[in-house]
């Protein structure tokens, strides 16, 4: 096995020079990418206590009709879950149960029509783990025929050069590479693809792990690269905010941040928070207390926003975690296997993996409300705090106002609060419509 070590820049949009270096100092990844035929050794399904034929056959058959999943679940597993410790910490498998309960109850399990906008370094969208999860622009695919048919060889609106859409992008058929200006936001770094992973990897498709949400809709959106300078990092996660609410996304996942507030990324939260968008942030890697040393845009007062400390195996806070009161939650972010381009899989750390764990559960719980009424951030962040399970000496909330991420907790939250939350619909945040997604691996140009 290969094993590098991979150092992740930080978004210095408005980081110090100091901030920066201490960034550096306390991201350092450690990615040990698994080759194709050392994922194969590792799939000895008698060790993976996770595996899903421990389900019973006539629940998995109930699960796939309401699901229309076409394969078996019994016919395939995830092959490195065992490895997978964030999973098993938060309580995803114990989830299981009433998930099947919830899927007889008629609650819906993870939806595609969930749309989660990753801005971050890109995602390698060809990864066997993320392709069928990626979210394709309706507005930008589909037959398209040039009135000229010898002008170009293209004949579908991904890539014929036009904005079909009005969006003033061209060809965003996958989201949109704001460094270098492009359509298909490629990740030539790792990161995203990680954060991605976390959130999407498909589940029982004999690769890998599973994602929290396996079959949420990705929106990549690329900010960051390791050539571009701290005020484009700025200018970039701007307009990917913007693009991410005006393309629908109902949840944004946002790693970066700095020490100093910045008015344009405010404004573009606010935003976000009018338009509804749950804004799932990264406390960040500083270790210190938010509540005296403020990290953005995590600590941006605003109702839309849940910021993220990272825990250890023994759910202990790492010591590179910010932390503090205005800190909401605490999630799994030591040693996190995930996707990493390539096809390949590999371990990151930080409070970047505990935010995409904590998106990947909101985008869970926003898949509840589908079919329902429309996606409402109020009660997914309610549910997910409330179903926080107690985390070590954190009695008085010094670490964080909540506790550590727990699916079966909030999942509870939201079977038990349903009659209440008619209720409270009264005063809903403002709504998004749950649409239909187009996903097909065939319409990128790799
Ligand atoms: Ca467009
Ligand atoms: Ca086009
Ligand atoms: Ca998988």
Known sequence: MSLFDVTFRPPTKHLSWFAFGLFLFQSIFYIQPLSAKEIESSSNHAKNPYHYPAFPKELVAKIEGKTGKRESLTSQVDPLLNQDWGLADIGFFESFTPLVQAVQNQVTPCSNQ?????????????????????WINAGE????????????????????????????LIDDVAGWDFVNNQPLPFDTHGHGTHIAG??????????????VCPQVSIMPLKYYDSGSNGMNNLQNTVKAFQYAIRMG????????????????????????????????????????????????PASYPLDNIIGVASVNQKNQLLSSSNFGKPVHIAAPGLGILSTVPGGK????????????????????????????????YKEVKEWILAGAKPLPSNENHEWVSSGLLSIPGSLAQAVKNEVDTKKKLASPAPAIALVPVLKSKKKFRD
């Open 249 to 296: 996304a109902h949840i944004i996942n946002y790693s970066g941040g700095g020490a100093e507030p910045a008015a344009a990324e405010r404004a573009a939260v606010e935003e976000a928070n009018r338009k509804g968008v749950l804004f799932v942030a990264a406390a960040g890697n500083d270790g210190h207390d938010n509540s005296a040393q403020p990290y953005y």
């Open 114 to 134: 969930v749309v989660v906008a990753v801005v971050d370094t890109g995602i390698d969208y060809t990864h066997p783990e993320l392709r069928n999860n990626i």
């Open 141 to 168: 695919s589909g037959p398209w025929t040039p009135k000229n048919p010898s002008s170009t060889p293209c004949r579908d609106k991904s890539c014929n050069g036009l904005d079909d859409d009005n969006n003033g």
């Open 345 to 376: 899989f590999g371990t990151m750390s930080g409070t970047s993996q505990a935010t995409a764990f904590v998106t990947g559960a909101a985008a869970l719980l926003a898949s509840q409300a589908k079919g329902k009424r429309p996606f409402d």
């Open 198 to 211: 976390i959130i999407a990897s498909e589940s029982s498709n004999g690769i890998g792990i599973s994602g």
